[in-house]
T-cell receptor, first 117, second 119 residues
Framework: DTGVSQNPRHKITKRGQNVTFRCDPI?????LYWYRQTLGQGPEFLTY????????KSRLLSDRFSAERPKGSFSTLEIQRTEQGDSAMYLC???????????????FGPGTRLTVL | AQKVTQAQTEISVVEKEDVTLDCVYE???????LFWYKQPPSGELVFLIR??????QNEISGRYSWNFQKSTSSFNFTITASQVVDSAVYFC????????????????FGKGTKLSVIP
């Protein structure tokens, strides 16, 4: 299966600790997205990469959050000094290059569920 | 700013009944895409369909059908002869702009509708 993969699937941490999540997009997808989903809500956009360039950032991405995609393949999302309000599902998605309708469709991974105690 | 409203929080139907999930969107942009995603209990969002703002042709795919009406800013989704496996949370989403380099790539999601199909 060559879908989007995310690791770890679950993370429990104590308040104030740093955490890092990894996302591997679908092979040859050059666009990668991070979203956050809290209980009972729809996903909320965090940031978007095209290749290694971070082109969009949401105001939700506070200075405790940083995302990277150094080689234009996998991406990491780091949260520093975690707070209880950071508890959520963190979703990664990717979409293919080129023109046409398929460019606009984002394919999601299974997510990383973060619990901050 | 964009907004997607899914007024139905939860719906329960008995197996084999038809069910329609409502979606109303707001945007000032004239070019955009609309999407439906399914999120089963496992948590992974599964893409179902996309529609662009120039294509109001409704579509039927197996037991699924979609009704896109720009005049009412609605993009509704119907499941015919529902099955227990259809039980999930369904999300409607909007992306403004089209194609590479246009608009914003972020998706704006509604809050979702939880569908329970009872055997």
């Amino acid at each position: 299966d060559t879908g989007v993969s995310q690791n770890p699937r679950h993370k429990i941490t104590k308040r104030g600790q740093n955490v890092t999540f990894r996302c591997d997009p679908i092979s040859e997808h050059n666009r990668l997205y991070w979203y956050r989903q809290t209980l009972g809500q729809g996903p909320e956009f965090l940031t978007y990469f095209q290749n290694e360039a971070q082109l969009e950032k949401s105001r939700l991405l506070s200075d405790r959050f940083s995302a990277e995609r150094p080689k234009g393949s996998f991406s990491t999302l780091e949260i520093q000094r975690t707070e209880q309000g950071d508890s959520a599902m963190y979703l990664c998605a990717s979409s293919p290059p080129g023109q046409g309708a398929s460019v606009n469709t984002q394919y999601f991974g299974p997510g990383t569920r973060l619990t901050v105690l | 700013a964009q907004k997607v409203t899914q007024a139905q929080t939860e719906i329960s139907v008995v197996e084999k009944e038809d069910v329609t999930l409502d979606c109303v969107y707001e945007t000032r942009d004239t070019t955009y895409y609309l999407f439906w995603y399914k999120q089963p209990p496992s948590g992974e969002l599964v893409f179902l369909i996309r529609r662009n703002s120039f294509d109001e042709q409704n579509e039927i795919s197996g037991r699924y059908s979609w009704n896109f009406q720009k005049s009412t800013s609605s993009f509704n989704f119907t499941i015919t002869a529902s099955q227990v496996v259809d039980s999930a949370v369904y999300f409607c989403a909007l992306r403004i702009g089209m194609g590479s380099g246009a608009g914003s790539y972020q998706l704006t999601f509604g809050k979702g509708t939880k569908l329970s199909v009872i055997p």
